[in-house]
Every structure is written in structure tokens, then in C-alpha cells.
């Protein structure tokens, strides 16, 4: 199997800060030749949309490419899963991203996973193939929000969420106000993020190249995941003796 990532730049640094803010951004990490074949993959993806509602490449796309599907066991991604999660993981979803130019971006949001057991982790793993830039469908985030364990975060615009959920509440471990940071992340970085992390995506400008990404979902077992989007004839078809795919 080809190399996805190159040297190594999870450190315990970059593990503090994922736990301190809820996300950590790997700049440059995924190879050339993933690069490459990630494009493919996802532009083949991108061809396929809008598609059935009701199954949606997008939602669904490691069951519409072999080289997305072959990911989901790399060895190399699940050894970066479990040095945050543990051994005991199980897949959750593989979900394309892909943003061309004049996309709209999408709202502030945090997603849910067993909010009364912080036993339990559910961990999101981007690849931003071509990467982006400020102002250009680029991810933001508030950092310590995470901590918050707080699934129903909600905001159409970044005064929506200052001015609602946000104020008055302040970090955690810090005790800082809460704010939103913009990220940039180059050419085939990785992010982490927990999922019940603040999030959303400024829109992409009219005129650029389509921004290609995909994620990649681990969680602990014990819990029922509302974002798992596999059909279970696929769940039968990569069944395997690790239990990653099994439902819990």
C-alpha cells in the first residue's frame, strides 16, 4: 500500500493542542502520490453528485471508490487514530468535501457523540488535498469549545454565534473568552477534530479551483453515532477481524 503520510508531525504538542482547543491542523502531511490519487478519487466523486438523496455519493463516498474504501483500514491513518482514541475504535463514516468555486461555505455547527460519557471519543481526520487559504473556503473553529460537549451548536453567521452561544461563555481550561480563529491550512494538510468542536466554512470565491477534501470519522464504541453513513451491505462486504466496521 502507498505511503499517506510523510514524517511524522503528531507529537505530543500537537496532541495538547487538539485536546486544549479541539482541533490541530498537520500542515503538508499527506504524500505526493496521495495527493495525486486523492484528486482522482474525489473529482470521480464530484462527477457523481447530486445523486440520490437518499444515498448520497458525498455521505457515502468510500462505497463509490475503491481507493477511498482501501483508506479506511491504512495502516497509517488507523495508527494516527489510535494514538488519540485508543485501540478500541470503530470506523464511522467517510464523507467527501469537496467545495468548487462559489460554494457557499456552511454555517457554524458541532456534531453529537455520547455528550454524558467523555469516556468516549469520536475524532474526525481531514484531508485537505490542495489545501486553502483565508477567506477562501477556509475551516474556522473556536477553540475549548469541544469541552462544552455541547452537540446542538448552531449559527448562520460568525455575529450569530458572538452574539448567541458564544457569549459570555469562556474557555474551560483557560478561562480566556471564547473566540473564533480562521485557519489556512497548505497543500495537503490533515486536521484533527473532535467532534463536538465549533466549526464551519467561510464560502469559496467565485472563480477558484475546487477545494477537494474528504474526512474520515473514528469514534470509540459504546454509543450510537448519528453520523454513520454506511449501507450494510457494504458493512458486510469489508467485515474483518479488527471489528472496525461493527457497530459497536
Sequence with gaps: MFELFGADSFDDAARSRLDADGHVVLPGLLTEDARTQLTHALAGIQALLPGDEEHRPNHYSAEYDVLLASLIRHPQLLALARRVLGKDIRFDHCVALNRPGGNDGRGWHSHAYAEGDPHLGFLRIFFYVNGFVLGDGNLKVVPGSHLFRDADIRAATD???????MQNRVHPLTGAALRIEPLAAPPGSVALMWTHAAHGVNPRRAGSATRWSVVYAYR??????HARWITPGFERSMAGTDGLMSLY
Design 159 to 165: 455575529v450569530d454565534l458572538q452574539q448567541g452561544w
Design 220 to 225: 470509540n464504541p459504546g454509543a450510537e453515532s
